[in-house]
Nanobody, 124 residues
Framework: QVQLVESGGGLVQAGGSLRLSCAAS????????MGWFRQAPGKEREFVAR????????YYADSIKGRFTISRDNAKNTMYLQMNSLKPEDTAVYYCAADLYDLGSSRSSDYASWGQGTQVTISS
């Protein structure tokens, strides 16, 4: 079955960096677009970034544009989120998700499979 496992979260100071990973299994990774979302306490889950099957095209939320970079290694069945210049408002649980129906969407409801999430905490 489809499985997504995030890793790389942690506690860092503002201005620092983290790299999240999402290891995928149970499907042909190279044929599926992927996305990153996050959910802060008391807030709805929000789009962060998404990447097409080949990795050639990427899309970002305005709030993180220029600071975060999404990428993927189809040979390793893994997607990444490099996060730089982190701010306290980036604190959230970060989730990776698979766009199994190829909807090319930034809406969380359009992603059929999700990881368990990894906590990212940014201290001021």
């Amino acid at each position: 079955q489809v499985q997504l496992v995030e890793s790389g979260g942690g506690l860092v100071q503002a201005g620092g960096s983290l790299r999240l990973s999402c290891a995928a299994s149970g499907f042909t990774f190279s044929k599926i677009a992927m996305g990153w979302f996050r959910q802060a306490p008391g807030k709805e889950r929000e789009f962060v970034a998404r990447i097409t099957r080949s990795g050639r095209n990427t899309y970002y939320a305005d709030s993180i544009k220029g600071r975060f970079t999404i990428s993927r290694d189809n040979a390793k069945n893994t997607m990444y989120l490099q996060m730089n210049s982190l701010k306290p408002e980036d604190t959230a649980v970060y989730y990776c998700a698979a766009d199994l129906y190829d909807l090319g969407s930034s809406r969380s409801s359009d992603y059929a499979s999700w990881g368990q999430g990894t906590q990212v905490t940014i201290s001021s």
